[in-house]
């Protein structure tokens, strides 16, 4: 029992000397190891593996299971038969292998929940191990038997291929991560979009280099990017379409606005002129009522002309640029409300007018807005 032994089973040599090998075995396995010692001992042999007897555990005096690894000698001397074991504590050793394993199968989990197919190319044989959902992103159902750098070109689209290998050449000299989309053809002759990206990575012993990498079938992406694309583009075509249509709906208002507001003038002028005359000649003659109702035609055909002003002038407005500056909404609808005294006479209005800012507007067609609304 020497002092790794100490170490292993955290005691001392002294405390064992005497016991049979049964303390350091778990009970459960303590007849079956019986056995297989009886065994060994019959078969006469100098040596045995004990690896074949399946996961070796043995206790520590603190009462502590651990794995561990064995190898068992016996000889014969003075009639008696001296068994000799060497054993390595490998709990460590097995830790690291679960956590690699955990790791494995979490990656494992990782790639299939996001569809990747995983890869790794030898570029020395140019052969690559891969998994089973690599070969069935190519169009396979089951894992073919072997698979190669050139095979993988021979299923890329003739009009991606140069593309493809120079990509992937260039990534080798400069050794930086080879990344793409293409085109491939399945076995059926079906095409499919896929993007890749692999890494390099070269072994401890500066030997065989490796580019390991994933890839994804990405038809559907690729399949909604044109439809998408598509319907921008018929978008775009009725954008266009519709503006043409209101082009020419706005130039046919534009001259109908045109024609009525010059129609509309001759007969204001009448109006205007004929009661201008009427003032001028016959307003002596005329009674007080009668003088006042003379006023208020006139009135009315200047600011109806004012009116005709505005509309000629927004019929320009598809033809020229706004005359923008800044302007006080206040003063505008307070001068509309002067404009529409004479038509609020013998009612009980009351304005209410809240703050109003200074905007940056055309005046006369601000204004317009106001005396429609008021």
């Known amino acids: 029992f020497n002092d790794a032994a100490e170490k292993v089973f955290r005691c001392a040599a002294t405390e064992v000397m005497g016991q049979t090998i049964d303390r350091f075995i778990p009970q459960r396995f303590r007849a079956a190891h019986a056995r297989h010692m009886h065994d060994f001992g019959e078969t006469g042999a100098t040596s045995r593996s004990v690896n074949d007897l399946g996961t070796l555990r043995a206790v520590r005096a603190d009462g502590e299971e651990f794995p561990m690894e064995a190898s068992i000698s016996h ?13 390595r504590d490998v709990t460590d050793r097995r830790q690291a292998e679960e956590a690699l394993r955990r790791n494995s199968t979490r990656t494992r989990f990782a ?9 790794e190319l030898d570029l020395n044989t140019m052969q690559a191990s891969r998994s089973l959902l690599h070969d069935q992103i190519f169009g396979y159902e089951s894992r073919l038997p072997e698979w190669s750098f ?26 930086r991560r080879w990344e793409f989309e293409c085109r491939i053809f399945w076995p059926s002759g079906e095409m499919r979009w896929i993007w890749a990206c692999g890494d390099q990575n070269q072994e401890l012993s500066g030997g065989t280099i490796r580019v390991f990498g994933i890839v994804k079938d990405i038809t559907e992406r690729k399949q909604a990017e044109e439809e998408i694309h598509r319907l921008n583009e018929e ?12 082009q020419e709906a706005n130039q046919e208002l534009e001259a109908f606005t045109y024609s009525v507001s010059h129609d509309l003038r001759a007969p204001l002028r009448h109006i205007s002129g004929f009661s201008k005359l009427l003032s001028e000649e016959f307003g002596p003659a005329l009674a007080p009522e009668a003088q006042h109702h003379v006023q208020r035609i006139q009135e009315g055909t200047r600011r109806m002309g004012l009116l005709v002003d505005d509309l000629l002038n927004l019929a320009r407005v598809g033809r020229r640029e706004l005359s923008l500056q800044v302007s006080g909404l206040k003063s505008i609808v307070d001068e509309l409300i002067k404009e529409l005294a004479s038509e609020c006479e013998g ?14 507007c055309d005046p006369g067609l601000m204004k317009q807005v106001f005396q429609n609304l008021l």
């Open 347 to 360: 009612r009980q209005i009351e304005w209410r007018i809240g703050e109003l800012s200074f905007v940056q």
């Open 235 to 246: 978008l775009e075509e009725r954008v266009l379409e519709r503006t043409a249509q209101l």
């Open 111 to 119: 790639l299939e929940t996001a569809k990747l197919g995983d890869w």
């Open 150 to 175: 050139d095979l993988f070109l021979n299923h890329v689209h003739p009009e991606d291929r140069e593309r493809v290998q120079e990509n992937f050449q260039s990534s080798v000299r400069q050794s």
């Open 75 to 87: 000889l014969e001397a003075g009639g008696e038969k001296l068994f000799t074991i060497i054993l």
